[in-house]
T-cell receptor, first 116, second 117 residues
Framework: ETGVTQSPTHLIKTRGQQVTLRCSSQ?????VSWYQQALGQGPQFIFQ???????GRGNFPPRFSGLQFPNYSSELNVNALELDDSALYLCASSLILAGDLGDTQYFGPGTRLTVL | AQSVSQHNHHVILSEAASLELGCNYS??????LFWYVQYPGQHLQLLLK????DPLVKGIKGFEAEFIKSKFSFNLRKPSVQWSDTAEYFC???????????????WGLGTSLAVNP
Protein backbone atom coordinates (compact mmCIF):
# COMPACT_ATOMS: atom_id res chain seq x y z
CA GLU A 1 0.00 0.00 0.00
CA THR A 2 1.52 3.32 -1.09
CA GLY A 3 1.14 6.25 1.26
CA VAL A 4 0.39 9.86 0.44
CA THR A 5 3.25 11.65 -1.28
CA GLN A 6 3.73 15.33 -1.96
CA SER A 7 6.10 17.32 -4.12
CA PRO A 8 8.14 19.36 -3.86
CA THR A 9 9.33 19.12 -0.27
CA HIS A 10 10.39 22.73 -0.05
CA LEU A 11 9.78 25.72 -2.27
CA ILE A 12 10.86 29.34 -2.20
CA LYS A 13 8.94 31.92 -4.21
CA THR A 14 8.64 35.68 -4.31
CA ARG A 15 5.53 37.78 -3.85
CA GLY A 16 3.28 37.85 -6.89
CA GLN A 17 4.49 34.56 -8.29
CA GLN A 18 2.38 31.47 -8.83
CA VAL A 19 3.00 28.01 -7.39
CA THR A 20 1.71 24.48 -8.03
CA LEU A 21 1.93 21.82 -5.36
CA ARG A 22 1.30 18.15 -6.11
CA CYS A 23 -0.14 15.27 -4.17
CA SER A 24 -0.47 11.58 -4.93
CA SER A 25 -3.20 9.95 -2.91
CA GLN A 26 -2.94 6.63 -1.15
CA UNK A 27 -3.83 3.63 -3.28
CA UNK A 28 -7.59 2.96 -3.24
CA UNK A 29 -8.55 6.43 -2.02
CA UNK A 30 -10.91 8.70 -3.96
CA UNK A 31 -10.72 11.96 -2.01
CA VAL A 32 -8.02 14.53 -1.46
CA SER A 33 -8.13 17.37 1.05
CA TRP A 34 -5.69 20.26 1.25
CA TYR A 35 -4.76 22.11 4.42
CA GLN A 36 -2.55 25.05 5.26
CA GLN A 37 -0.58 24.88 8.50
CA ALA A 38 1.10 28.03 9.74
CA LEU A 39 3.84 27.75 12.32
CA GLY A 40 2.46 26.92 15.75
CA GLN A 41 -1.09 26.46 14.46
CA GLY A 42 -3.38 23.62 13.61
CA PRO A 43 -4.08 22.92 9.95
CA GLN A 44 -6.71 25.05 8.22
CA PHE A 45 -8.95 23.45 5.60
CA ILE A 46 -8.47 24.85 2.10
CA PHE A 47 -10.66 22.55 -0.01
CA GLN A 48 -11.48 18.95 -0.76
CA UNK A 49 -11.80 17.06 -4.04
CA UNK A 50 -13.98 14.00 -4.36
CA UNK A 51 -14.08 12.13 -7.66
CA UNK A 52 -12.51 15.08 -9.49
CA UNK A 53 -14.96 17.69 -8.20
CA UNK A 54 -14.56 20.26 -5.46
CA UNK A 55 -16.46 19.02 -2.43
CA GLY A 56 -16.21 21.86 0.01
CA ARG A 57 -14.00 24.88 0.51
CA GLY A 58 -12.66 26.74 3.52
CA ASN A 59 -12.15 30.47 3.97
CA PHE A 60 -9.47 30.89 1.35
CA PRO A 61 -9.60 33.39 -1.54
CA PRO A 62 -10.16 32.30 -5.15
CA ARG A 63 -6.45 32.59 -5.91
CA PHE A 64 -6.22 29.21 -4.17
CA SER A 65 -7.46 26.67 -6.68
CA GLY A 66 -7.12 22.98 -7.24
CA LEU A 67 -7.61 19.99 -9.44
CA GLN A 68 -8.09 16.31 -9.00
CA PHE A 69 -7.14 13.95 -11.79
CA PRO A 70 -8.74 10.64 -12.86
CA ASN A 71 -6.09 8.74 -10.88
CA TYR A 72 -7.18 10.80 -7.82
CA SER A 73 -3.91 12.68 -7.54
CA SER A 74 -4.32 16.39 -7.00
CA GLU A 75 -2.77 19.80 -7.47
CA LEU A 76 -3.02 22.94 -5.39
CA ASN A 77 -2.39 26.18 -7.25
CA VAL A 78 -1.82 29.51 -5.60
CA ASN A 79 -1.70 32.67 -7.70
CA ALA A 80 -0.36 36.10 -6.77
CA LEU A 81 1.55 34.79 -3.76
CA GLU A 82 1.57 36.89 -0.60
CA LEU A 83 3.98 36.79 2.32
CA ASP A 84 1.25 35.30 4.52
CA ASP A 85 1.02 32.30 2.22
CA SER A 86 4.26 31.04 3.74
CA ALA A 87 3.24 27.81 5.48
CA LEU A 88 3.29 24.05 5.38
CA TYR A 89 0.76 22.76 2.86
CA LEU A 90 -0.64 19.38 3.72
CA CYS A 91 -2.44 16.95 1.50
CA ALA A 92 -4.59 14.20 2.94
CA SER A 93 -6.30 11.38 1.13
CA SER A 94 -9.26 9.28 2.20
CA LEU A 95 -11.87 6.90 0.89
CA ILE A 96 -15.40 8.24 0.95
CA LEU A 97 -18.18 5.76 0.33
CA ALA A 98 -21.87 6.64 0.32
CA GLY A 99 -23.43 5.70 3.62
CA ASP A 100 -20.17 5.71 5.58
CA LEU A 101 -20.26 7.31 9.01
CA GLY A 102 -17.06 9.07 8.15
CA ASP A 103 -13.72 8.89 6.44
CA THR A 104 -10.22 8.85 7.87
CA GLN A 105 -7.72 11.21 6.32
CA TYR A 106 -4.12 10.13 5.88
CA PHE A 107 -1.55 12.83 5.48
CA GLY A 108 1.47 13.35 3.32
CA PRO A 109 4.69 14.94 4.57
CA GLY A 110 3.71 18.38 3.33
CA THR A 111 5.31 21.05 1.18
CA ARG A 112 7.04 23.90 2.98
CA LEU A 113 6.39 27.08 1.00
CA THR A 114 8.35 30.23 1.76
CA VAL A 115 7.31 33.47 0.11
CA LEU A 116 9.89 36.25 0.14
CA ALA B 1 -19.10 28.21 14.27
CA GLN B 2 -17.51 24.84 14.79
CA SER B 3 -14.30 24.91 16.78
CA VAL B 4 -11.91 22.68 18.69
CA SER B 5 -10.13 23.71 21.86
CA GLN B 6 -7.05 22.03 23.26
CA HIS B 7 -6.44 23.23 26.78
CA ASN B 8 -2.76 22.49 27.15
CA HIS B 9 -0.41 24.13 24.68
CA HIS B 10 2.82 22.86 26.20
CA VAL B 11 3.21 19.88 28.50
CA ILE B 12 6.43 18.64 30.04
CA LEU B 13 6.52 15.25 31.73
CA SER B 14 9.06 12.79 33.01
CA GLU B 15 9.13 9.27 31.68
CA ALA B 16 6.57 6.95 33.28
CA ALA B 17 4.29 9.84 34.19
CA SER B 18 0.65 9.65 33.16
CA LEU B 19 -0.66 11.86 30.39
CA GLU B 20 -4.02 13.43 29.77
CA LEU B 21 -4.54 16.01 27.03
CA GLY B 22 -7.82 17.84 26.93
CA CYS B 23 -9.91 18.40 23.81
CA ASN B 24 -13.32 20.06 23.63
CA TYR B 25 -15.34 20.85 20.56
CA SER B 26 -18.32 22.99 19.74
CA UNK B 27 -20.86 21.50 17.39
CA UNK B 28 -24.47 20.61 17.99
CA UNK B 29 -24.72 17.44 15.93
CA UNK B 30 -22.99 14.10 15.80
CA UNK B 31 -19.29 14.15 15.17
CA UNK B 32 -16.33 12.01 14.26
CA LEU B 33 -13.31 12.63 16.46
CA PHE B 34 -9.61 12.14 15.85
CA TRP B 35 -6.27 12.49 17.53
CA TYR B 36 -3.26 12.91 15.29
CA VAL B 37 0.39 13.02 16.30
CA GLN B 38 3.32 14.69 14.62
CA TYR B 39 6.72 13.42 15.75
CA PRO B 40 9.70 15.72 15.16
CA GLY B 41 10.54 15.79 11.48
CA GLN B 42 7.68 13.47 10.53
CA HIS B 43 4.24 13.93 9.03
CA LEU B 44 0.89 13.79 10.78
CA GLN B 45 -0.10 10.28 11.80
CA LEU B 46 -3.43 9.01 13.06
CA LEU B 47 -3.32 7.97 16.72
CA LEU B 48 -6.95 6.99 17.13
CA LYS B 49 -10.47 7.86 16.04
CA UNK B 50 -14.06 7.65 17.19
CA UNK B 51 -17.01 7.30 14.83
CA UNK B 52 -19.57 5.42 16.91
CA UNK B 53 -19.93 2.66 19.48
CA ASP B 54 -17.82 2.27 22.60
CA PRO B 55 -16.84 5.80 23.66
CA LEU B 56 -13.50 4.53 24.98
CA VAL B 57 -11.25 4.00 21.99
CA LYS B 58 -7.78 2.57 21.93
CA GLY B 59 -5.13 3.67 19.49
CA ILE B 60 -1.56 2.95 18.65
CA LYS B 61 1.35 3.02 21.09
CA GLY B 62 -0.80 2.59 24.19
CA PHE B 63 -2.90 5.73 23.74
CA GLU B 64 -6.61 5.84 24.43
CA ALA B 65 -9.30 8.49 24.37
CA GLU B 66 -12.75 8.79 25.84
CA PHE B 67 -15.64 10.53 24.13
CA ILE B 68 -17.96 12.17 26.63
CA LYS B 69 -20.87 13.50 24.60
CA SER B 70 -22.39 15.52 27.45
CA LYS B 71 -19.14 17.39 27.90
CA PHE B 72 -18.29 17.68 24.18
CA SER B 73 -14.91 16.25 25.08
CA PHE B 74 -12.47 13.72 23.65
CA ASN B 75 -9.50 13.62 25.99
CA LEU B 76 -6.37 11.67 25.14
CA ARG B 77 -4.69 9.54 27.78
CA LYS B 78 -1.67 7.33 28.26
CA PRO B 79 -0.86 5.73 31.60
CA SER B 80 2.92 5.87 31.26
CA VAL B 81 4.69 8.07 28.73
CA GLN B 82 8.04 7.39 27.13
CA TRP B 83 10.67 9.73 25.76
CA SER B 84 9.63 8.63 22.26
CA ASP B 85 6.18 10.18 22.86
CA THR B 86 7.72 13.62 22.51
CA ALA B 87 5.67 15.16 19.73
CA GLU B 88 2.90 17.57 18.78
CA TYR B 89 -0.61 16.23 19.38
CA PHE B 90 -3.65 17.49 17.50
CA CYS B 91 -7.32 16.91 18.18
CA UNK B 92 -9.61 17.16 15.14
CA UNK B 93 -13.34 16.92 14.56
CA UNK B 94 -15.63 16.52 11.60
CA UNK B 95 -19.43 16.46 11.58
CA UNK B 96 -20.55 12.95 10.75
CA UNK B 97 -22.92 13.64 7.88
CA UNK B 98 -22.25 13.34 4.22
CA UNK B 99 -22.73 16.80 2.80
CA UNK B 100 -20.46 19.22 1.05
CA UNK B 101 -18.18 21.09 3.36
CA UNK B 102 -18.92 18.84 6.29
CA UNK B 103 -16.13 16.45 5.43
CA UNK B 104 -13.46 18.93 6.45
CA UNK B 105 -11.43 18.37 9.59
CA UNK B 106 -11.54 21.15 12.16
CA TRP B 107 -8.39 21.23 14.22
CA GLY B 108 -7.25 22.37 17.61
CA LEU B 109 -4.06 24.40 17.92
CA GLY B 110 -2.11 21.39 19.10
CA THR B 111 -0.30 20.42 22.29
CA SER B 112 3.45 20.16 22.35
CA LEU B 113 4.51 17.30 24.62
CA ALA B 114 8.09 17.00 25.82
CA VAL B 115 9.01 13.87 27.77
CA ASN B 116 12.23 14.03 29.74
CA PRO B 117 14.18 10.78 30.09
Amino acid sequence: ETGVTQSPTHLIKTRGQQVTLRCSSQSGHNTVSWYQQALGQGPQFIFQYYREEENGRGNFPPRFSGLQFPNYSSELNVNALELDDSALYLCASSLILAGDLGDTQYFGPGTRLTVL
Amino acid sequence: AQSVSQHNHHVILSEAASLELGCNYSYGGTVNLFWYVQYPGQHLQLLLKYFSGDPLVKGIKGFEAEFIKSKFSFNLRKPSVQWSDTAEYFCAVTPSNWAGNNRKLIWGLGTSLAVNP
